[in-house]
């Protein structure tokens, strides 16, 4: 059986079961240091998958340095330092690979996190996978585990952004493709929420993947009402003018990268719903909206590739 | 200007001059943690590059491993946690993945080593990236730099056994790969160097390349003895047989990740050499010998792409 016939989740259950283990998702690994937990997370993005050749290589490494921290906020933590493995082909231009570099030092300094360096090697394709290392203490950590019945459920800010880009650039617009990469990690936020949440994640593959995933780790539904879902000026615009469901820009492509959290109170952001008993999703005018998000290795969308 | 026209070291020199930095290479990155440092290092393979999608996955899997916790071993450390980030095409057989999970968890078990899950991504090609996590006491780390005039030099192993592997490979013995994947991380070889030899490195891009690296790290002369370095019998069989100079399969190409240390007196291995004044290098019958072992992206070699 090929990867794409099973979906990534269902790849990782059966290669926790080929191990005999079975592991809890959380958007990083956390080793207790004392007081402190370590947070530790890898995040990979390819040529040809995640961006293109031709796209702004600065960008690129803004993006790549991006997501990679953005997992260390999920948690409530404080990125440290910060370690790329990258590989290219032969012919890559040193200047493209300086100015990547560039893009990912510029973003990291933003949030006074250390680049210290990683891996070089050649490849047939540009890729490259980073490795982001944080801390937080051990009473404040976020889980993706932890909502507790009747908690709101709240997000860090507008949603629809990069799939509106995404689209304006296989429409054509050649520079659309900045916004699919312009994601900014959600630190100060998730530090915000740190000893106060009660659970959190963040959102990559798209809201109605996330809320399907913290349903299924609490075990309670989440009731989301997407009325009250802050949309990115950009999702409307591409929605009326190319005729695309504005739910989908909305819940189910993602690359957002905002932190969803509960709470038995807002702390920031937008309140979209209730952690509640029985059915949950997406509702709209109550009727259910949202595929499953994009998943890598699925059949639905792969979402770059190819073009 | 192209990756290949600089080569691997020249490249690094250039990101750290972007970057407005200057980061003294060793095998891990370390941290430190009250009386320990923590160790941090990443490894990349890719599919074409480093191996072949038809060689054995598990034999890939452990080959990954160990490549990965050869760096923690460099630093006399104890490895603690491994975590991947891989990608593979959509239609990479789930059961190879299984066998490759399997093989990074048997070579893992092998050295108590807790493998704890990564990032999973679709790409045009295979290719993991490695990220092992270890500690080291702060008074026994090893490091590179650390020489001193009339310590001797010492290897851990014998050396060409991977090279052999890769040429019979080359001549159509299809099972000879597995020579070019048999590693053994040197840990507790590590661990009793920590804190006595004065320095130490691991052999990954062939014994010539390493000593330059130390040379130049260290600023001392390494004079080698040819005759001293212990050779892997395959090698001196290979050589005959193909009619390829020994120095190329035993100094030049490497793989062996076996460990180079220098120390006033010796602790493990075979004494090669001595740390010297004046012109240093590997020495065969009064000629120095060797190139500059195999360096990613430089125009010399690139194994195993386009086989």
């Given at each position: 059986m090929h990867l794409a016939e099973l979906g990534e989740r269902r790849i990782i259950d059966r290669i926790w079961e080929t191990l005999g283990k079975r592991e809890e998702y959380d958007d990083c690994v956390y080793v207790p240091r004392g007081d402190y937990y370590d947070l530790i997370t890898t995040d990979f993005i390819g040529e040809g998958t995640h961006?293109?050749?031709?796209?702004d290589p600065r960008l690129i490494g803004s993006f790549f340095a991006a997501i990679n921290l953005s997992d260390i906020a999920a948690m409530g933590g404080i990125p440290e330092l910060f370690m790329a493995s990258m590989f290219f082909p032969p012919d890559y231009p040193m200047e493209n690979l300086e100015e990547l570099v560039g893009g990912i030092n510029s973003l990291l300094s933003q949030y006074h996190v250390e680049y210290r360096g990683g891996d070089l090697k050649e490849s047939r394709i540009a890729g490259m996978s980073g490795i982001a290392i944080g801390r937080v203490e051990r009473n404040k950590i976020l889980k993706r585990r932890g909502a507790r019945l009747g908690d709101g459920i709240y997000v860090t800010g507008a949603l629809g952004k990069q799939a509106a880009g995404y689209y304006l650039w296989k429409h054509g617009?050649?520079?659309?493709?900045e916004h699919l990469l312009d994601v900014h990690p959600r630190i100060e936020e998730g530090r915000s929420l740190?000893?106060?949440?009660t659970s959190c994640m963040d959102i990559s593959d798209g809201l109605s993947s996330t809320i399907t995933q913290l349903e299924n780790i609490n075990n309670l539904a989440f009731l989301v009402d997407f009325d009250e879902i802050p949309v990115h000026k950009l999702a409307y615009e591409v929605s009326e003018d190319y005729n695309i469901p504005l739910e989908h820009l909305v819940i189910d492509f993602g690359g957002e990268y905002e932190l969803i959290y509960t709470s038995d109170?807002?702390?920031?952001g937008k309140r979209i719903g209730e952690v509640s008993k029985g059915k949950g999703g997406i509702f709209r005018d109550g009727k259910k909206v949202g595929g499953r998000g994009y998943e890598h290795f699925s059949e639905v969308l792969d979402k770059v590739r190819g073009q």
């Amino acid at each position: 059986m090929h990867l794409a016939e099973l979906g990534e989740r269902r790849i990782i259950d059966r290669i926790w079961e080929t191990l005999g283990k079975r592991e809890e998702y959380d958007d990083c690994v956390y080793v207790p240091r004392g007081d402190y937990y370590d947070l530790i997370t890898t995040d990979f993005i390819g040529e040809g998958t995640h961006f293109m050749g031709e796209w702004d290589p600065r960008l690129i490494g803004s993006f790549f340095a991006a997501i990679n921290l953005s997992d260390i906020a999920a948690m409530g933590g404080i990125p440290e330092l910060f370690m790329a493995s990258m590989f290219f082909p032969p012919d890559y231009p040193m200047e493209n690979l300086e100015e990547l570099v560039g893009g990912i030092n510029s973003l990291l300094s933003q949030y006074h996190v250390e680049y210290r360096g990683g891996d070089l090697k050649e490849s047939r394709i540009a890729g490259m996978s980073g490795i982001a290392i944080g801390r937080v203490e051990r009473n404040k950590i976020l889980k993706r585990r932890g909502a507790r019945l009747g908690d709101g459920i709240y997000v860090t800010g507008a949603l629809g952004k990069q799939a509106a880009g995404y689209y304006l650039w296989k429409h054509g617009f050649k520079e659309a493709y900045e916004h699919l990469l312009d994601v900014h990690p959600r630190i100060e936020e998730g530090r915000s929420l740190a000893g106060r949440a009660t659970s959190c994640m963040d959102i990559s593959d798209g809201l109605s993947s996330t809320i399907t995933q913290l349903e299924n780790i609490n075990n309670l539904a989440f009731l989301v009402d997407f009325d009250e879902i802050p949309v990115h000026k950009l999702a409307y615009e591409v929605s009326e003018d190319y005729n695309i469901p504005l739910e989908h820009l909305v819940i189910d492509f993602g690359g957002e990268y905002e932190l969803i959290y509960t709470s038995d109170a807002k702390i920031l952001g937008k309140r979209i719903g209730e952690v509640s008993k029985g059915k949950g999703g997406i509702f709209r005018d109550g009727k259910k909206v949202g595929g499953r998000g994009y998943e890598h290795f699925s059949e639905v969308l792969d979402k770059v590739r190819g073009q």
